[in-house]
C-alpha cells in the first residue's frame, strides 16, 4: 500500500490551509439565503416556510444545504428556527431542572475540549427530555427546518442526539476541534485510519446548535472557520499549535437569537467562545445527528422514548396543535429510523426490502390509530424479533 493513503500526526501544510480559508462566498451562489455574513449563508426560515412544504421547492432548498455544507463554507444559520420559542422556554425550565439535579446527584460533568466544571453539561438530552415531558419533547422536535438540514446532509433515517450546553459568565472558550467521529479519536489512532475514512467521517455526522437565549457576540457563540472542512489533513492538523494559533485568530463569530440554529460539517475548525459577559448564562442545545448507516456517540432508549412519546403525539394531533410536517420531524428524533441491524431470520423483510423500523411503526400506529397500549405492545414484539 502507498505511504499516502495515510496521514502521519503532522500531515497538512500551513500555507494550504490559509489559502484554502482565504476563499469568500459569492451571494448568488445561494439564492435561498437571506444574506451571507462573514462566508456564512442565513436563512430566514420565516420567508422560507413556504419552500419547505412544497416537496419540489424542498429538495432545491436541502440541495443548498447540501452543497454549503459539503462544498463550500461548510457552515449555515436558520434565523427564526423556531418562530414560536414557547417549546424552547419550556424545554429550558426542564433542562434547568436536570442540571440542578444532576449537579445534587453527581457534581460537575467532565467535557470534551473544556475543563470539567467549566459549563454545565447535560448528556444524552434527547432521552432525558422526552422522559421528563414527552409533549415538550413532541413540540421541541417538531420542527421541519432542522428535519430537512438533518435530511439534506444525512438522507432519511438519521439518528439525533443532543447535549445541552450551559455557559455561565466567565466560561472560557473551547479549544479548536473537529468532532465525531475521528476528531475525538487521539492523533495515534486517528493516523491508524487511511485517508479515506477520514474524508467519509465529515459525511457520517451533523453537528448543530439551538440557541436556548440571545446570543450576543460577548456571551461567546461558536468560534467558526469557514472552509476549513474542505482540508483534507484537518483531523490530523487541528491538534498542532500553528493550526490553533491560525484559527484563533481568523475564527469569526456571528451572534444568535433565542430560536435561531447553526448547523456544520463536523469537520469544520471550530470551538466554543469565551463568555466575557457578565450576566448571561449561554445554553445552546448542541444537535449531534448521525448517518443511519453510521454509529450515534450516545446510546439512546428509543424503544422507551417511542412509548413515552406516542400518546403525547396522538393527544396533539387530536387537539390540532401537531401537523404532519411536525409529527414527521418528532417521529424522526426519537425513533430509530433504519431497519438494520437485525434477525433476519426472525424479522424477514415484508414486501420489500427490509423489515419495518421503529419510526414506520410509529407512523402506522397513527395512522390506525392504535391505542397506546396496543402500540407497546406491537413495539415490544418488533423489538424481540429484531433480537431473538
Given at each position: 500500500?502507498?505511504?499516502?493513503?495515510?496521514?502521519e500526526r503532522e500531515s497538512g501544510r500551513l500555507e494550504a490551509f490559509a489559502a484554502l480559508t482565504a476563499q469568500t462566498l459569492d451571494p448568488a451562489e445561494v439564492p435561498f439565503a437571506a444574506e451571507v455574513e462573514k462566508n456564512v449563508p442565513v436563512y430566514d426560515m420565516a420567508a422560507l416556510s413556504g419552500a419547505l412544504s412544497d416537496p419540489a421547492e424542498r429538495r432545491a432548498l436541502m440541495a443548498e444545504w447540501a452543497w454549503v455544507l459539503g462544498q463550500s463554507s461548510g457552515v449555515l444559520v436558520l434565523r427564526t428556527a423556531y418562530a414560536d420559542t414557547a417549546p424552547i422556554d419550556a424545554a429550558t425550565r426542564l433542562f434547568e431542572q436536570i442540571i440542578a439535579r444532576e449537579k445534587a446527584q453527581a457534581g460537575e460533568k467532565a467535557d470534551h475540549f473544556a475543563a470539567a466544571g467549566a459549563n454545565d453539561r447535560?448528556?444524552?438530552?434527547?432521552?432525558?427530555?422526552?422522559?421528563?415531558?414527552?409533549?415538550?419533547?413532541?413540540l421541541y422536535f417538531a420542527n421541519p427546518a432542522i428535519a430537512a438540514v438533518c435530511e439534506a446532509w444525512l438522507g432519511p433515517g438519521y439518528q439525533m442526539t443532543a447535549q445541552v450546553n450551559l455557559v455561565r459568565p466567565g466560561g472560557q472558550a473551547q479549544e479548536a476541534h473537529r468532532d465525531y467521529h475521528l476528531g475525538f479519536q487521539t492523533a495515534d489512532i486517528a493516523a491508524r485510519f487511511p485517508a479515506h475514512v477520514h474524508a467519509l467521517s465529515s459525511v457520517m455526522t451533523l453537528q448543530g446548535a439551538?440557541?436556548?437565549?440571545?446570543?450576543?457576540?460577548?456571551s461567546g457563540?461558536?468560534?467558526l472557520l469557514p472552509?476549513?472542512?474542505?482540508?483534507?489533513?484537518?483531523?490530523?492538523?487541528?491538534?498542532?499549535?500553528?493550526?490553533r494559533e491560525f484559527f484563533a485568530d481568523h475564527?469569526?463569530?456571528?451572534?444568535?437569537a433565542k430560536g435561531d440554529a447553526v448547523f456544520f460539517n463536523p469537520a469544520l475548525f471550530h470551538a466554543a467562545g469565551e463568555n466575557r459577559s457578565e450576566d448571561i448564562h449561554r445554553m445552546a442545545n448542541l444537535l449531534q445527528v448521525s448517518s443511519a448507516f453510521g454509529r450515534a456517540m450516545e446510546s439512546v432508549d428509543r424503544e422507551?422514548?417511542?412509548?413515552?412519546?406516542?400518546?403525547a403525539l396522538q393527544a396533539l394531533r387530536g387537539a390540532g396543535a401537531l401537523d404532519a410536517a411536525g409529527t414527521q420531524a418528532a417521529i424522526a428524533a426519537a425513533a430509530e429510523g433504519y431497519s438494520f441491524p437485525t434477525n433476519l431470520d426472525t424479522d424477514p423483510p415484508a414486501g420489500g426490502l427490509a423489515p419495518e423500523t421503529q419510526a414506520q411503526l410509529m407512523h402506522r400506529a397513527l395512522a390506525e390509530g392504535m391505542s397506546a397500549d396496543a402500540f407497546a405492545d406491537a413495539l415490544d414484539a418488533q423489538t424481540r424479533r429484531r433480537r431473538a
Open positions: 500500500m502507498k505511504d499516502h493513503m495515510f496521514y447535560i448528556w444524552n438530552a434527547l432521552q432525558k427530555l422526552c422522559e421528563a415531558d414527552p409533549q415538550v419533547f413532541a439551538v440557541a436556548h437565549c440571545d446570543m450576543p457576540i460577548e457563540p461558536t468560534q472552509f476549513s472542512q474542505l482540508f483534507p489533513e484537518g483531523y490530523m492538523a487541528y491538534r498542532r499549535a500553528e493550526f475564527a469569526i463569530q456571528l451572534p444568535l422507551g422514548m417511542s412509548k413515552a412519546l406516542y400518546p
